[in-house]
Nanobody, 124 residues
Framework: QVQLVESGGGLVQAGDSLRLSCAAS????????MGWIRQAPGKEREFVAA????????YYADSVKGRFTISRDNAENTVYLQMNSLKPEDTAVYYC?????????????????WGQGTQVTVSS
């Protein structure tokens, strides 16, 4: 079992930056690829970004490519999401998750451990 706790969310203005953190505890998380998923009000959860266990390969949703950067520090059991040039449409609860099944990094069904989420609100 892996416990995930997100932090770093908040209220910012359009164009600002935020860095989200996700701290893992319990079972070591280094063998897992990790992802960030978000859910906007009234919408379904959507894939944002993912990173392989080594950190060597990253994946991004088209909507955040070039603005968001996912990274991880396995020694600190932490994964990060640097979010730049934030837009009002980035407003959502952001979840980190550990990928426990093989296959598509963008498929939410492949993520077995989830945090409770952190709210990001971007005002215009």
């Amino acid at each position: 079992q892996v416990q995930l706790v997100e932090s770093g969310g908040g209220l910012v203005q359009a164009g600002d930056s935020l860095r989200l953190s996700c701290a893992a505890s319990g079972r070591t998380f280094s063998p897992y690829a990790m992802g960030w998923i978000r859910q906007a009000p009234g919408k379904e959860r959507e894939f944002v970004a993912a990173i392989t266990w080594s950190g060597g390969i990253t994946y991004y949703a088209d909507s955040v490519k070039g603005r968001f950067t996912i990274s991880r520090d396995n020694a600190e059991n932490t994964v990060y999401l640097q979010m730049n040039s934030l837009k009002p449409e980035d407003t959502a609860v952001y979840y980190c998750a550990a990928k426990t099944a093989a296959g598509n990094f963008r498929a939410l069904s492949n993520y077995g451990y989830w945090g409770q989420g952190t709210q990001v609100t971007v005002s215009s």
